[in-house]
Every structure is written in structure tokens, then in C-alpha cells.
């Protein structure tokens, strides 16, 4: 069975074709800028030159039947025809309470798709975009929607309520959701695999930090608690993003800056986080330069960020009262050495001790927690990909 798994952003399109008889990714590839005279599409096999053009794509729908036109292609393509592909797979970033699991895509899916877009204005549209231009071009594929919120609503209602009138929640469906979980699910999975243990006998705090951060609560397989909530924006300070707040400063700043409702929307979401505490950037690895440089704002966005993070792994080993590991994952999780050990500087207090050795690695699977560590610390690099080709897999057979 061959899987293709589509990922929309409302100016890109990445895409992977899975191979499920051995989970080998046949050919991936995004399209960025589309809408652009001057979209970029990239297309890449395991083996052989890698595809780099610059043209106009109007929309999802021509990108889409540029990427089936390469896949079959006598150069670059990797299948002999469109019939090859058995299933789409799509990620989806809302699905609300409507969804706690993949679905296959139907007209009522495609109605609760709709409802879910006043939850993700930004994100939900261009995913159902990418839906309805797989359904026009390839109608008698199975498609199925994986969603980012599905896995955490195993959340008790005391996790993911707010302190606000019960009615905010009932009428206004306002609750936290939390996001990431493919992410999430997968190195939960994986972790439970590296301790040969079974994933409902142990109890994991998994961090995915990247652009957007999130870190959660993993209770023998299931999330209980998450550091994202009703949208992407609360939780740790991220990229781009304040993360929590004190929301009384909202009203204050609009009053202070005479900012209208979508400018501070714009300032929490595009200019806060490590960029607006740094003013350097929000790539953690220009911050660390000009830390190391000696800027000591960027050194400030470093030090916030990291104690965020170490403060909600302390905070969700109390509420789980026991915890078996601490995951690192996403650029940041994968990547940043330092970021990982100025986190784990004080986890020792949780029973988490890190191997400064062992810590040196970079996008690889490892242990990287000392040997009388009660708690183990793992970097284990995300594949949303995979869980997205899976659930697919499993759904288009029913
Ligand atoms: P996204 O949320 O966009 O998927 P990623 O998971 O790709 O984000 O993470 C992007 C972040 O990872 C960037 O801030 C980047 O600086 C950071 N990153 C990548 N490589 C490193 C590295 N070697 N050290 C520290 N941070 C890194």
C-alpha cells in the first residue's frame, strides 16, 4: 500500500509518499509561496537529484496536480501511475471535540471540517483546501483527516478547563485543546519502544520544541495535560509567540500603543517570544550566536524560554506523580545541545539527570540521561509524517 500524506499551509503544501509495506519514504517535497508568481516547489527521492523550480501556482488544487504530474514522472517520478496511490492522508490542525481520532473523510467529516475553522481561521481553511483539491483530482481515493488536536483529548476536564464562566465553554466551545499531538503520540510511542516497556505502564513528559513549542503530559500512553490550550499561542514563549500571559495586558497595551484587537493579535502572535524579547531573531541558533557574542537580550530570550520549559516538566511530574522519561523533540528538542542542557539544569530535582556526554548528538534517537538517572532523558527526532501514513493505512482498510 503506498500513502500519500499532505500537509496545507495557507501558502504551502509539503507532501511525502510512503511505502507502507516497509515505511520507506518513496519521494517528499513542499511547495512554498503558493498564490506567488514565484512559488518555490522542491521534490526529493532518497536516491537521485533533488527538483528545484521557481513558477507561478495559482492555488493548492494546481499544486497538487504538479506534484501527481511528478510523481509519475519518467525522471523524477517514483510511480508508474496515479493508481499506485491508495490513500491520501492529510493533516488537519483543528478537530475540536468533534474529533479524537484520524477519520475517513466523508460530507459529514467535511461539514465538522467547516465548523472547526472559527477555532483555526489561519489553519483549518488551507487544510480543507488541500482536502477538496484531492478529492477533485483523485475522487475515488480514500482520504483521512489526522488531527494535531485528536491525541490530547484524553485531557480530564479539570486540565482543560478555563477559570472562566461554565458558559464559555458550553456555548463557546472555549477549552484548551492543546496541538503538536501527532508529534506528541509519535515520540511517546517511540520512547516506550527505546525502554521495552508497554507505553500504558509508564509515564512520559514529552517536549516538542520548534517554531511553536509544546510540552505535555503523558500518562501510560494517554495526554492529561498540555502547555498549548484553546489556540497555538499560550504556553511556553516560543519563535514568534508570547505563550502565557496575564490576558488583563491585552486591554492595557490596546489603551497604552492605541492598538486595535488584530494588531495585538499580530504583536502576541508574530513579534513576541524569543524574536520580541531578543529583538535578534527567532531562530534559536542566530539567538545563541549573538548571546554568545554578548548580547545580553538575546542571552535574557535564552534564559525565559529555557526556564518555561523546565517549570511545566516540573510542573506535569507533580501531577503525574511519577515520571519514567523526559522527551526532547522538534528543531530546537533535536538539535539544540545547549537549549537541552540548560532545561535539564534542575530536573534533577524531578530525579532526571543528564549525561553531558551522551547530550551531545544532534537529530538522533538516544539516551542522553546519566545511568543512575531515575528518570530518563531522551532526544528522539519527530516523524508527524508517519503517524499521518499509518492512521491512513489503517483507516482506508476498514
Ligand atoms: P517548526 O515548528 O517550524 O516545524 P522546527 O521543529 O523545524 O519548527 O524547529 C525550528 C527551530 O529549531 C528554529 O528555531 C531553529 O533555530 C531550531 N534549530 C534548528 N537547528 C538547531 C540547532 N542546531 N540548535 C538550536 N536550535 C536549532
Known sequence: MKVLVVNCGSSSLKYQ???????NVMAKGQFEKIGAEDAIFTHKRPEGEKLERVAPVLNHKEALKILLDILVDAEYGVIKSMEEIDAVGHRVVHGAEKFADS???????????????????????????????CKAIMPNIPQVAVFDTAFHQTMPETAFLYGLPYAAYTELGIRRYGFHG?????????????????????????????????????KGGKSID?????????????????????????????DAWNLTLRDVNDLMNK??????????????????????????????????????????????????????????????????????????????????????????????EKEISTPDS?????????NEEIVIARDTMRLAQQ
Do not use: W
Request: charged share 25%; glycine share 10%; with cysteine.
Open 17 to 23: 509518499l510512503v511505502d507502507m509495506t516497509n515505511e
Open 182 to 218: 501527532t508529534s506528541h503520540k509519535y515520540v511517546t510511542e517511540r520512547c516506550a519502544e527505546l525502554m521495552g516497556k508497554n507505553v500504558e505502564d509508564i509515564n512520559i513528559i514529552t517536549c516538542h520544541l520548534g517554531n511553536g513549542s509544546s510540552v505535555s503530559a503523558i
Open 271 to 364: 513579534e513576541s517570544g524569543v524574536l520580541g524579547i531578543s529583538g535578534v531573531s527567532n531562530d534559536f541558533r542566530v539567538i545563541e550566536d549573538a548571546a554568545k557574542e554578548g548580547n545580553e537580550r538575546a542571552q535574557l530570550a535564552l534564559d525565559m524560554f529555557h526556564r518555561k520549559v523546565r517549570s511545566r516538566v516540573g510542573a506535569y511530574a507533580t501531577t503525574m506523580g511519577r515520571v519514567d522519561a523526559v522527551v526532547f523533540t522538534a528543531g530546537i528538542g533535536e538539535n539544540g545541545i545547549d537549549n537541552r542542557a540548560e532545561v535539564c539544569n534542575g530536573l534533577e530535582a524531578i530525579g532526571a539527570k543528564l549525561d553531558l556526554e551522551a547530550n551531545k548528538v544532534r537529530g538522533e
Open 374 to 382: 531515575k528518570v530518563k532523558i531522551f532526544v528522539i527526532p519527530t
Open 226 to 254: 498540555t502547555s498549548m490550550g484553546f489556540t497555538p499561542l499560550s504556553g511556553l514563549i516560543m519563535g514568534t509567540r508570547c505563550g502565557d500571559i496575564d490576558p488583563a495586558i491585552i486591554s492595557y497595551i490596546m
Open 103 to 133: 477519520v475517513l473523510i466523508d460530507d459529514d467529516v467535511m461539514k465538522a471540517l467547516h465548523d472547526c475553522i472559527k477555532f483555526a481561521p489561519l489553519h483549518n481553511p488551507a487544510n480543507i483546501e488541500g482536502i477538496e483539491a
